[in-house]
């Protein structure tokens, strides 16, 4: 679960990947371009895993590549954490499953005495070392799939994009949607279906009532000397890193990243500009903002016209209303889209001339819902013209036009991360890009930190386009 620093990254224009990124047909899995060979690892050679954090993201990573073990090739060599009661445990659950691991706590030694023992590595430690871990990987010349967010400094993620170049290693970033067959279904809807028609408004919110502190069995603590070593003030630090300044970006940097990832990837670009409000309205005692809302610009042009799409996203700490989604606006309708496969869909502003895909896609789902077998009466198709009263009220009740539920990928059901870990390994054997390269994930550091900076300034911040190089 932890470990030592940080470091930094960036690349690959927005634009330039979302055209290698498009998806065929309505139900289709995602086209990927013709992968750029860096890595020729044969199918028949596994390729050998070293976990730096077993906390609970890196079991959760550990779980999604137990999945595809088989299917992959893959296999588990080494577990490094400097806190004992996880890293034991996580060896013990690997144990059962055939995978027996050699346990490190610091991960200079599993470095050294693995080398050539293993072929990549998940970091999966706090952000405010995941530069030390992942730079360290990469200079051994090991890939690395490293957890979002890439680090809770703008410097230190800029030096993993750096040290990714250099040694010409793989450096994968965690934002997991990225590979989700049924985003790059949506993404078909938005950018080559025009399911919005022109893009206006983005939305996003991820709300959670939980309890604030993350407890441990005094038994199972670290002593003084050991969390010194290491960098953590106290246990509680330790613990509850993501709520202190010298740990982490805080809750909008650990869960609203993703979210603010999928708002420039769907749009094609980063932002202008962010405003933002927040505050410790709720936790006083902790140093991070515990809710936060963020307004975003960024640039569009449409048939030689600029225009600007606004977007707002929320994170709250007190409620869990709304989960966790994003919602793109349109002239002619919205896309709706969460990790949640129960929730999202496509709707069509009553106003907006039937698309061939619409029909399409109705053959495939079957019978629509009530609103969408009502769609005539609604939008006055074949109606007597309206009375007076009528049309006093249309504009404050106003249709719901056309919605179809969320679409379901035609892929077998797999974990959230499965998608995304697999394409790293294909990406280790040559036979795929990145979905989310170290120069992409610097883009999203850049976008989301700097709302921290906004609440601060208590003002709006403009981005420039240098901001997102490296």
């Known amino acids: ?61 550990i779980n999604s590549v137990l999945k595809c073990q088989k299917e992959e090739n893959v296999t588990f060599t080494a577990l490094c954490d400097i806190w004992p009661h996880y890293r034991t445990y996580t060896a013990k659950l690997l144990g059962k499953y055939k995978q027996p691991v050699t346990e490190y706590e610091d991960y200079h030694d599993m470095l050294d005495t693995e080398k050539g023992k293993i072929d990549s590595v998940i970091v999966a430690t706090p952000d405010w070392v995941h530069h030390e ?81 993350v407890e441990w069995a005094e038994s199972t603590a670290l002593d003084a000397a050991t969390l010194k070593k290491y960098g953590y003030d106290s246990m509680e630090h330790l613990r509850n890193w993501r709520w202190y300044k010298k740990y982490s970006g805080g809750p909008i940097a650990d869960l609203g990243s993703h979210q603010v990832d999928i708002f420039h990837w769907m749009i094609g670009c980063p932002p202008i500009s962010v405003m933002a409000s927040g505050g410790t309205d709720n936790y006083p005692k902790m140093e991070w903002y515990d809710n936060v809302i963020a307004i975003y610009e960024w640039p569009e042009e449409v048939d030689g016209v600029k225009h600007i799409i606004r977007g707002n996203y929320n994170l709250y ?7 966790y989604q994003e919602v793109f606006m349109g002239t002619e309708g919205a896309v709706i889209i969460s990790e ?59 249709s719901p036009g056309r919605y179809y539920p969320p679409i379901a990928a035609p892929l077998p059901p797999k974990t959230e991360h499965q998608p995304h870990l ?49």
């Open 340 to 398: 949640d496969a129960t929730k999202g869909g496509l709707r069509r502003e009553y106003t907006a001339p039937e698309a061939d895909w619409e029909k399409e896609l109705r053959k495939t789902l079957g019978a629509a819902d009530k609103a969408q077998s009502e769609q005539k009466k609604e939008s006055g198709e074949g109606k007597a013209a309206e009375s007076a009263s009528d049309i006093k009220t249309s504009h404050s009740v106003p």
């Open 317 to 323: 700490s007190t409620t869990s209303n709304g989960g």
């Open 133 to 213: 871990h992942a730079i360290a990987c990469l200079e051994a010349k090991l890939d690395v799939y490293c957890e979002k967010e890439m680090s809770n400094t703008i410097e230190n993620a800029k030096k993993m994009v750096e040290a990714s170049k250099k040694t010409g290693k793989l450096l994968q970033i965690g934002h997991q949607r990225r590979s989700n067959p049924r985003y790059h279904i949506m993404l078909d809807y938005i950018r080559n279906k025009k399911a919005c028609g022109r893009m206006t408004n983005v939305e996003g919110c991820w709300n959670r009532s939980k309890p604030l502190s």
């Open 422 to 470: 697999e394409n790293f390994f294909h990406a280790i054997r040559g036979t795929e890009k990145l979905n989310c390269p170290g120069e992409v994930g610097y883009e999203t550091a850049v976008s989301i930190l700097k709302v921290n900076e906004a609440v601060a300034a208590e003002k709006k911040l403009a981005f420039s386009p240098e901001e997102f190089k490296v």
């Open 1 to 61: 679960m932890n470990q030592d620093k940080k470091t930094g990254s960036s690349g690959v224009s927005r634009r330039d990947f979302l055209k290698s990124a498009a998806v065929a047909g309505a139900m289709g899995a995602a086209v990927l371009a013709a992968p750029r060979i860096l890595h020729a690892q044969n199918k028949g050679d596994a390729i050998r895993l070293g976990v730096i954090g077993t906390g609970t993201e890196g079991r959760v990573l």
